[in-house]
């Protein structure tokens, strides 16, 4: 794949990753990358369902448009940027899937409570997600894959319907049955 063909595309998080000065980046310019690296670019830039990727020793950032509303105020100025720099709030939570990840293990987990600081402070937020190695073009895991859905709206709701009621005979909430699509509430 040709270097400039795995930005191509992607939306507004595409453009910005155009727009970042690959010279001065951990990662170097784009002609210095892996072809694994590239590819799982194209990838990520060019689905509809939120996904991440983080690549090298710094685990610098890339995601899709459908990943940025999960950020809030740390969109967009972090694409392209070394995860610790914007999740460190979270460190600690994502340490050990990262560690798990890089030593060769995938990660899936539903409704994982984390407290990222979108908007100014740490809130709780669900997510059902999965983090896989990603591997360089010598075989060596370089890279952690994450493919995401927020369910923080679906948690909350089923939380609250699960939770009995002094007026209801059958001791819980009446709720709404949940939408189907995007997004998942």
Known sequence: MP???CLAGGGEAGARLRAVDWASNPLGLIEGWPLS?????????SSDFP???????????????????SLGRKH???????AYEWWSEMWDQLTPIFNRVLSGESFFVENARYTPDRDGAPKDAYFTHCHSPL???HGKIAGIFLVVTETTR????SATCSRPTPHSRSRTRRCRPARRGWPPW
């Open 135 to 137: 591997w360089d073009d």
């Open 51 to 69: 996904m991440m990727i983080h690549w090298g020793p710094e685990l610098v950032t890339f995601y899709n448009d459908a990943y940025a509303p």
């Open 76 to 82: 967009p100025g972090n694409l392209g940027r070394p």
């Open 3 to 5: 270097e400039e063909m």
């Open 154 to 157: 679906r948690w909350w709701r």
């Open 37 to 45: 690296l590239r590819t799982a670019v194209r990838i990520i830039l």
